[in-house]
């Protein structure tokens, strides 16, 4: 196991049906790269099932969890973040780390959070082309790319594109703010 990110730590939100390997690759590749990853839910000690079905048991309850204590949030998509993204907590903790300039890496659907939010106004990024729109509609400059980077946001499209996003988290957790 590498130390690359080692005192670091990163907070994954989970609910049912989030996108089984956008959740669970950016996991394992930083718990690989030495970083503490703590998995939040709606409630903690709870299992949520993907929407291929595979278990993911929340380590904490969303609101038990302050953005202070984590060097960056990680927003999967799927189904789960139309529902987390109605959430007060969410957004606040979303606005929070966008604030202090710290990571917000969303896939796919994940980037409903980062737009209910409102903190994706003049930010670079890309997301499933489902909500591109939507993206548009927030004030982001969209782009389609496998990852896109503007300072401390970190964007990918699909399952596919899980390397280069989590290459691009590395960028930004070991060299701060990525290229705008």
């Keep these: 196991m590498s130390?690359?990110?080692a005192g670091q730590r990163i907070l994954i939100l989970v609910g049912d049906d989030y996108e089984d390997l956008e959740l669970w690759y950016p996991?394992?590749?930083?718990?690989?790269?030495g970083a503490s990853v703590v998995v939040a839910g709606q409630k903690g000690g709870v299992v949520y099932h993907g929407k291929h079905g595979y278990p993911c048991r929340s380590d904490v309850a969303i609101d038990e969890v302050e953005a202070g204590d984590f060097h960056g949030i990680i927003l999967p998509g799927g189904w789960m973040p139309d529902k987390l993204r109605r959430e007060?907590?969410?957004?606040?903790?979303?606005?929070e780390f966008a604030a202090a300039g710290k990571l917000v890496a969303a896939i796919c659907h994940g980037?409903?959070?980062p737009?209910?939010?409102?903190?994706y106004r003049g930010v670079r990024v890309t997301g499933s082309p489902g909500i591109k729109d939507d993206l548009v509609n927030a004030g982001a400059e969209f782009e389609d790319a496998p990852?896109?980077?503007d300072r401390h946001f970190v964007s990918s499209r699909r399952p596919d594109d899980l390397?280069?996003?989590c290459q691009g988290m590395l960028e930004v957790l070991t060299h701060g703010s990525g290229r705008k």
């Design 3 to 5: 130390t690359q990110l």
């Design 147 to 149: 990852v896109v980077i």
């Design 115 to 119: 737009i209910s939010a409102q903190v």
């Design 88 to 95: 007060a907590k969410v957004l606040s903790l979303t606005q």
């Design 111 to 113: 980037g409903w959070i």
């Design 27 to 33: 996991k394992l590749r930083l718990i690989e790269a």
């Design 163 to 165: 390397p280069a996003f």
